[in-house]
Structure formats: C-alpha cells, structure tokens
C-alpha cells in the first residue's frame, strides 16, 4: 500500500475537520476513501430513520457516473441486518469465499469488479451507516491488521457523523425556539393591537347606528390614530429582531410609560406605587420581557375585567424585583383557561425566559398577576 494506516486516518480526519456542510464532508470522505484505499469505487450510505435501509449520500469511482452494479453490490448483499447487529466488516469476493451472500454478483463480476467490502460506521449508538469500497483486484486487505485498521476507519467516522448529526438536531430545536419566540412576539405587539381595533371599530359601528355622529368622529380619530401606532410597532418591532438588545433603564420609568399610555386610550384609572429602595435596573431582556408582560396583563384587564381601576405595585427585595398588576374586575377561574388562550402561558414563557417567575391569581372579585424577576440596583 502506498499510504501507511496512520497516513490515511490523518487523511479522514483532516477531511472532515475543514468542511462547513454535511453534504462537503460526506463528498470529502469518499473522495479519501478513494484515493487512501486505493479501490476503484467507493460510496457512502446512511442509515434511514427506520434503522433498517440505507441512504446513498455520495461516491467517488474512477468513471464519472457512479456505477450501477457497484451501487447495488455495496447494499444489495443480505448481510446488512447482521453488520447493523455485530458491528463488523462486510468481506465480498468473487471466489474463495465460504458464504454465498458474500459473494460478488455476476453482473459485478462482468463489469470487472473482484472484490468489494462494507465497513461499518460505528459510533456510542450503533451502526450509523457503511463506507464501501470496491476493486478491479482480489482484497487488497487480508492481515488482521488490516480488517483492524477498517474497523477503526469505521469508528472514527461513526463518531464524526455522530456529532454532525447532533449539531443538525440542535441547530433545529434552537430554530424552533426562535420561531416559538417570534410567535410571542407577535402575539404580544400586533394581534394585542388588531384586538384593541377591533373594539374601537365596534364601538364606531355602535355609534353610527345610533346616529351619534359626533362619537363616529371621534372612535375613527382614535383607529386612524392606532393604525398608524401600529404601523410604527411593526417597524419597531422588525427592527428589535434584528438588532440586539443592549440597552438598559430604570424600571419605574419603563412602568410609569406603559401606564401612561395605557389610561391615555381606556377609561380604567390606573397607577403605579413604588416601594423600592433606590431605582431598579433590568438588564436589556429582562426589561423587554417585563414590558411586554405589564401590556398583556393591562389588555387582559381591557379586554376581560370590566374593573373600574388598576393599580400596578413596583417593589424589591435581595435582588430580585416584584411587579405586580392588580384589578378591581369580575375575576375569572384561573384553573380554567382554555387551551388554545396563549396570553397567560406565553407571559409565564417570558418571565421564566430570563430566571423570573409569574403567578396569576383571581379568588372571587379582581385579579391579580404577580411577577418576580432578577434587577440590579444601579
Ligand atoms: N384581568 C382579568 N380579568 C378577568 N379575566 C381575565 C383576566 N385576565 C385573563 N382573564 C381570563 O383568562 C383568559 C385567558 O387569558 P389569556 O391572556 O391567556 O388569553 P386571552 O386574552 O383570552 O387571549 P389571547 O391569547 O389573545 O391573549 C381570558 O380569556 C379571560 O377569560
Ligand atoms: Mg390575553
């Protein structure tokens, strides 16, 4: 052999330390499969979901085309299900061998191939697919050694595939998170505006009914007003998502602001008693998260409470900061709640997102939403 067995395994794993995608990785190992082991073709297939088939995913062979015969001669054998349970070597010549299903098909051994053999990618959860390499001449590899040396080529790439794998399934939960989080986003800013419309939008229908025209005037001041706020949170909120939320603010300022606006566009009185020691400071996230819990609990209380008055309670103790919302309305069965109702489950989301906690409470009249989270002093 022209390369040693060190000199090739450097090879594969020099192969797979410098590709960027799994697609170049399988391509670069068959391509050092085919130059290191010397053979005339070699593929390289995954094991499907199932466990039980495999996936072409390249070749490399001497000829442009990956061939047919020597496709169907690396996957075709009957020995697959027992390579999967003992993790060896799959040996296949076209004489001298004792087992018939090892033996090279005919229509191989026309097209010129000899000799062929499958070996097995190993990692800590079992066989995850087969490296193949196929040759024009008898097995080039017959010591112990050898079929060690095939054996380790095995594992080393079972265990890189491993963990590419790995990284595919945690790049995909954090995109799931991700787009978990852009739906709270956007159940929290937009459809919290589209309904706050909606009602003024009845509320105008019920004054043109009545003939009120100077109320009309006055609702569609208020839609025209709030389409155009929302047009600018859409631009704000397009913004926040690709920018990194750096800044950071006293949190009575931040409550006092919500607030304002808040009694600014519903007839409920509210607001805010501060029993801190000193102003608080939230980190960038934790303020987010902490506005946009302050404006779904008032909106629940616009849209559900009927109560007369709200009053928002800012205090702080060992580090940690409470915020609590509280109402005079009609309460509700917090047990409850109906599944598909994504408020309350997605303020509990944000406030656990940056180490607080949410509690709502509602015993008979009023409710009450209580929230903890980390602060800083200054
Ligand atoms: N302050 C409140 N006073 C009375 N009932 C409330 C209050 N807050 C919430 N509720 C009740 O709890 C239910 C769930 O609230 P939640 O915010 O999870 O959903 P929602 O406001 O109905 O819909 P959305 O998913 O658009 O927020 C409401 O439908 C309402 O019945
Ligand atoms: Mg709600």
């Known amino acids: 052999m022209r390369h040693s067995h060190y000199e090739t395994l450097l090879a594969f794993c020099e192969a797979m330390e410098w590709a960027s995608d799994s697609a170049t990785v399988y391509q670069r190992l068959v391509d050092v499969s085919f130059e290191y082991l010397e053979c005339s073709v070699t593929h390289l297939h995954l094991l499907d979901l199932t466990g039980k088939s495999f996936v072409h995913l390249a070749a490399h062979d001497e000829q442009t085309a990956p061939d047919y015969y020597t496709r169907s001669l690396t996957t075709q054998v009957g020995r697959m299900g027992w390579m999967i349970e003992n993790r060896d070597l799959i040996i296949m010549e076209d004489y001298e061998h004792p087992h018939a299903e090892d033996v090279i098909p005919f229509v191989a051994v026309q097209a010129g191939y000899r000799s062929a053999v499958c070996i097995p990618l190993c990692s800590s959860s079992g066989v995850l697919g087969m490296l193949s390499v196929v040759y024009k001449t008898p097995l080039p590899w017959k010591s112990d050694e050898d079929r060690v040396f095939l054996r380790q080529i095995g594992t080393v790439l079972g265990t890189f595939i491993q963990r590419i794998q790995m990284q595919?399934?945690?790049?995909?939960?954090?995109?799931?998170?991700?787009?978990?989080?852009?739906?709270?986003?956007?159940?929290?800013?937009?459809?919290?505006?589209?309904?706050?419309?909606?009602?003024?939008?009845?509320?105008?229908?019920?004054?043109?009914?009545?003939?009120?025209?100077?109320?009309?005037?006055?609702?569609?001041?208020?839609?025209?007003?709030?389409?155009?706020?929302?047009?600018?949170?859409?631009?704000?909120?397009?913004?926040?998502?690709?920018?990194?939320?750096?800044?950071?603010?006293?949190?009575?300022?931040?409550?006092?602001?919500?607030?304002?606006?808040?009694?600014?566009?519903?007839?409920?009185?509210?607001?805010?008693?501060?029993?801190?020691?000193?102003?608080?400071?939230?980190?960038?996230?934790?303020?987010?998260?902490?506005?946009?819990?302050?404006?779904?609990?008032?909106?629940?209380?616009?849209?559900?409470?009927?109560?007369?008055?709200?009053?928002?309670?800012?205090?702080?103790?060992?580090?940690?900061?409470?915020?609590?919302?509280?109402?005079?309305?009609?309460?509700?069965?917090?047990?409850?709640?109906?599944?598909?109702?994504?408020?309350?489950?997605?303020?509990?989301e944000r406030a656990e997102s940056v180490g607080g906690l949410l509690e709502v409470v509602s015993e008979g009249e009023g409710t009450a939403v209580r929230l903890d989270i980390p602060v800083t002093h200054s």
């Open 168 to 348: 595919k399934k945690d790049l995909e939960l954090r995109v799931l998170e991700e787009r978990k989080q852009l739906g709270s986003e956007i159940h929290d800013s937009i459809s919290q505006m589209a309904s706050a419309l909606a009602l003024h939008a009845d509320t105008a229908q019920e004054c043109f009914e009545d003939g009120d025209m100077a109320s009309l005037n006055r609702e569609l001041e208020v839609l025209s007003d709030q389409l155009r706020q929302m047009s600018k949170v859409l631009r704000d909120e397009m913004l926040s998502l690709r920018a990194p939320l750096l800044d950071s603010g006293d949190v009575e300022e931040l409550l006092a602001d919500i607030l304002g606006r808040f009694q600014g566009l519903w007839d409920i009185e509210a607001q805010l008693h501060v029993r801190a020691e000193g102003p608080l400071f939230l980190s960038g996230p934790t303020r987010l998260q902490l506005a946009r819990i302050v404006n779904e609990s008032l909106l629940n209380v616009m849209r559900h409470s009927r109560a007369r008055r709200v009053d928002v309670y800012l205090s702080s103790r060992n580090g940690r900061g409470f915020v609590d919302i509280v109402d005079d309305g009609v309460g509700f069965n917090v047990g409850e709640v109906a599944p598909e109702r994504l408020g309350i489950r997605i303020m509990k």
